[in-house]
């Protein structure tokens, strides 16, 4: 191939990343099947697809990660919950941690798949992940979230954080089991030499998630211990 047509095929390599960045930046994120899809195919399209979904994700996770980092720091002065702010407060630290950990995995993941769209060569990161919404209610801002954990002392307050903590930790499972799912699946690509560590990835990612989900869930036992006692 003349130095001509590869630049061509680098220029058309590099379009292809920026439209489908711009693609999927504006879209809902992608079904677990689709991504099994994009994974199989692996058109350079397709990799620019996946690194756009999963940057998506780990700012998700690095924007819950600030979050906890808040509540736990308002746990920590709130005088009218002496007794169980260290506690709530070490729960978020924790959370906090293992959503830093799942955003750099998911960002060295994405990092893959861009050198993939464009055509560079790329060993498969060690260690990954992914994330879905939680459900069940209006989630609170996270300015609710810093001032409940600041100021909670009735029952709706601490069934308001107790709500957040288990729909938080329903997420966090939900993932994992998707987690877990993504490590099948590389595992059963036994012709891509890359395979065995991005499967390992998946694996590590689905560790975290739910370590996380059991730091969340764990937090809100607390709140609703204490909301049952609380007037």
Not at 8 to 21: E, H, K, P, Q, W
Not at 34 to 44: A, N, S, T, Y
Not at 84 to 106: D, G, I, T, V
Request: aromatic content about 4%; glycine content about 6%; proline content about 3%.
């Amino acid at each position: 191939m003349t130095t001509r047509s590869v630049r061509s095929v680098l220029l058309a390599a590099l379009a292809a990343f920026a439209t489908a960045s711009r693609l999927v930046a504006q879209s809902t994120p992608l079904s677990e099947d689709e991504v099994r899809q994009l994974i199989v195919r692996g058109e350079p399209a397709d990799h620019a697809r996946l690194n756009a979904h999963f940057t998506a994700i780990a700012d998700r996770y690095a924007a819950d990660a600030k979050r906890h980092e808040a509540m736990g720091q308002a746990f920590a002065g709130n005088t009218k919950l002496a007794h169980m702010a260290a506690s709530q407060r070490e729960h978020c630290r924790q959370l906090s941690a293992r959503n830093l950990e799942s955003a750099a995995s998911l960002q060295e993941l994405a990092a893959h798949h861009a050198k993939q769209a464009t055509g560079q060569a790329s060993s498969p990161p060690r260690g990954s992940e992914r994330l879905e919404g939680a459900g069940g209610g209006r989630i609170p801002s996270d300015g609710e979230l810093t001032k409940l954990s600041a100021s909670a002392e009735s029952g709706a307050d601490h069934r308001a954080l107790e709500g957040y903590f288990t729909g938080l930790a329903a997420r966090y499972d939900r993932e994992a089991k998707e987690s877990a799912a993504f490590a099948a699946s590389w595992r059963g690509m036994t012709r891509n030499p890359s395979a065995p560590a991005l499967a390992t990835r998946w694996d590590t990612l689905a560790k975290q998630q739910r370590s996380a989900a059991v730091e969340a869930r764990d937090a809100a036992k607390m709140h609703r211990d204490h909301a049952a006692g609380a007037k």
